[in-house]
């Protein structure tokens, strides 16, 4: 019987997170400590989680030219960092070139996501952010225990075996999705859970932060949105005047609009009117964006116009963006994760993330799902005529066929 092992995990990075930090003994963090591990994290794994956030997210522009996107790279790209821990050989490689891990050591990427995912949650006492692993396992079944130990202590993962078959099953598992997102992902998996399903890995995430100089609602007013050319919107702009941490580039404005005590942060860019958006994602990467956020100051009375917005985006299926990317290995029934079962393959990836930015801040959530099922076992190569056939003789110079005939009966 085929077997399907599925992953869900979920993460949300909103604006600059990438510093590092150690761990005390009590699991708090000390801003000593965070300003001595700053290498706890290594460059090379921040380096390549932000060139796969613009990879990926330029793919999904692909198909979504006309419309809201919102994602959480690193949603995607732990998912899928929690999935090659158990890659081995060419799935290996392929999805190192993707992930932007080519070249680095398992342990070093290991060090840095540890070190980041418990920085994050503690990473600013005036903001939330929430982050949550568990590993639910189908009640008898085996999974390689270096794989699951490694999650357990690079991800914090609480790991839990549940009898699938049972009617509150389901219902456990997107209550602790929807908790862990205060309400914002309600549910993941239908039901019931289909007797393939070997196990489910979930991260999940909750951000909110209110903004470290808030918009006046008093000054907030309705006036255009233009899409295009051809179609505007109405909507509530908020406003406000003063310092912000500002950019003019050769075609675009970009601010920085910090987030508590100013640790995490949300970056609008703009394009120059005349300039397509589109066009301008497709241009933009690791590089450009490290620019922006190096060049970026504090310049006096500027007009500051954001509009309210609310953008739901998913469930999305990303098994042909990361195939594009070059991840085809992984999804083939050639896959080797062996480092978690024989003879599995990842045969979908899905994403969810939804955001809410007002006066007072933002709040979102993210999930992403890697579903991996089992190979069919490969059966030796036979002809067995145990049953009516049908036969030829023919010229092979010609392929004409000089004899045709059926074996129905033997006797």
Known sequence: MKRVLTIMISIILIGSLLVGCAINTDGSISSKDLNYNKNKIKASVVDGNSQFAFNIFKELNKGDRNKNIFISPLSISTALSMTYEGARGITKEGMAEVLGYKGIDINIL????????RYLNQVDPKIELDINNSIWIRKGEKINEDFLSTNKDIFDAYINELDFSEKDAVDKINNWINNSTKGKIKKMINGPISPQVVMYLINAIYFKGEWTEEFDKENTFRTKFYVDKENEQNVMMMNRKGTVEYLQGDNFKAVRLPYGNGKVSMYCI???KGISINNFIDNMDKDKWEKIRESISKTEDVILQIPHFKIEYGIKKLN???????????????????????????SRV???AVIEVNEEGSEAAGATVVEMQETAAVEPTTFIANRPFLFMIADDETGTILFIGKLYDVD
């Open 110 to 117: 290991n060090e840095s996501y540890k070190n980041l995912l």
């Open 270 to 272: 703009l394009p120059n």
């Open 320 to 346: 042909n963006s990361l195939k594009e990317l070059g991840m085809d290995e992984a999804f083939s029934s050639s896959a080797n994760f062996s480092g978690i079962r024989d003879n599995i393959f990842i």
């Open 350 to 352: 899905l994403h969810k």
